[in-house]
């Protein structure tokens, strides 16, 4: 069977630019509409197995990508580490310009 790595839809979204247009459609179809191979192989008109070795290969090139340069996991860190800062500043009842600085970090990594 054939399993969606839902990682990759994440990786679409940082380095998505990057893959050929065919690449970045089937990916889109597969993972944010969630096409099945069949009517992604339809709507392009390639074969079934067209579709699978499309979406395997895009997705290698993504994992390559990710490996090379770290964006994602450092804007996943980005976002854990921002949400705890603003937690802990509640958590401290702190107010005014370190809190404020705090949740304008927050909301722009969200």
């Not at 979204?13 to 893959?19: A, H, K, T």
């Not at 699978?52 to 854990?80: N, P, S, V, W």
């Not at 009842?93 to 909301?107: C, M, Q, S, V, Y």
Request: charged residues 40%; aromatic residues 10%.
């Amino acid at each position: 069977m054939f399993e969606k790595d839902l990682k990759i839809a994440f990786l679409l979204d940082f380095y998505g630019e990057v893959l050929s247009e065919r690449k970045r459609t089937v990916l889109d179809y597969y993972y944010n509409d969630d096409l099945s191979l069949a009517e992604i192989a339809e709507e392009i008109g390639i074969s079934r197995q067209g579709v699978r070795d499309l979406i395997k290969k895009a997705e290698e090139e993504l994992r390559f990508y990710e490996d090379k340069l770290g964006l994602a996991e450092r804007f996943r860190k980005t976002q854990d580490s921002a949400e705890r800062l603003l937690t802990l500043l509640h958590e401290r009842g702190a107010d005014g310009e370190l809190k404020r600085a705090a949740e304008e970090l927050a909301e722009t990594v969200r």
